[in-house]
């Protein structure tokens, strides 16, 4: 039977902020507060959280499968600056990632520098010993202030859209008997500004995952090695 799984990551907007008094650095604040959080060990990378309960097709033995996965999003990318801006140091990295087990946040984290279920990234804090088989769905975006649409020079206060310069999918789209879907969206910032320069504002729209997805009643055995092999990958992490 087909069905359409959907989850919803609400806006981020980021607002800088003084530390301290004169001549300390900015520090990007939520604005308004929203259900994004900080990870925790990190200064500028931002998460929102959401599940999708399976449970329901668990309970009928049913296996859930995937045709596609595709992302919509309710506006633009847009960013504004004061003073001296280098575009080039203060780019935002975005990575979304629905996967069958769950992260901790120092894997979000390692998950922005190399996407999950490749080969280990040798440089990262935490890789988790995830593979294709736990990431039903992944994008990872870079985006950069448009020259374009926005200010000609970055040598005053300006604001601008942002582009994305790199747009990769690794979508595993593998079928599962888990229970659960754990759904992130991860936002990395560039480092904070100072007083008088860097980077004011930080906003990037809201954005909707959709799986098009089925379920299917499998052979008892063939099932039963798909369960027990969905509960092997959650508790190996």
Avoid at 17 to 32: E, I, M, Q, S, Y
Avoid at 84 to 109: G, M, R, W
Wanted: proline share 5%; net charge negative; hydrophobic share 35%.
């Amino acid at each position: 039977m087909d069905r359409q799984l959907v989850v919803e990551f609400p806006w981020l907007i980021l607002r800088s902020a003084p530390t301290g008094g004169p001549g300390t650095p900015f520090d990007f604040k939520l604005n308004p507060a929203t259900d994004v959080r900080k990870l925790a060990g990190s200064s500028q990378l931002w998460v929102a959280e959401q599940k999708i309960d399976l449970s329901g097709y668990v309970q009928d033995s049913l296996t859930v499968g995937f045709r596609r996965s595709f992302e919509q999003k309710g506006g633009s990318e847009f960013i504004s600056w004061k003073g001296s801006y280098d575009p080039v140091s203060d780019n935002v990295i975005e990575t979304t990632i629905i996967s069958s087990v769950p992260f901790n946040d120092n894997q979000l984290i390692s998950a922005v520098a190399a996407s999950p279920g490749f080969t280990i990234y040798s440089g990262a804090i935490d890789p988790g010993n995830f593979n294709r088989q736990h990431i039903t769905h992944g994008s990872y975006q870079m985006y950069y202030a448009n020259s374009i649409v926005g200010s000609s020079a970055f040598s005053g206060s300006g604001s601008a859209t942002m582009v994305s310069v790199v747009d990769n999918y690794f979508s595993s789209l593998e079928p599962t008997a888990a229970d659960c879907l754990y759904c992130y969206r991860v936002v990395a910032t560039g480092a904070p500004g100072e007083i008088t320069e860097g980077v004011q504002t930080i906003s990037i729209p809201a954005k909707r995952v959709i799986l098009d997805a089925f379920t299917v009643e499998e052979p008892d055995l063939e099932y039963m090695m798909r369960l027990k092999r969905s509960y092997e990958l959650a508790n190996q992490v």
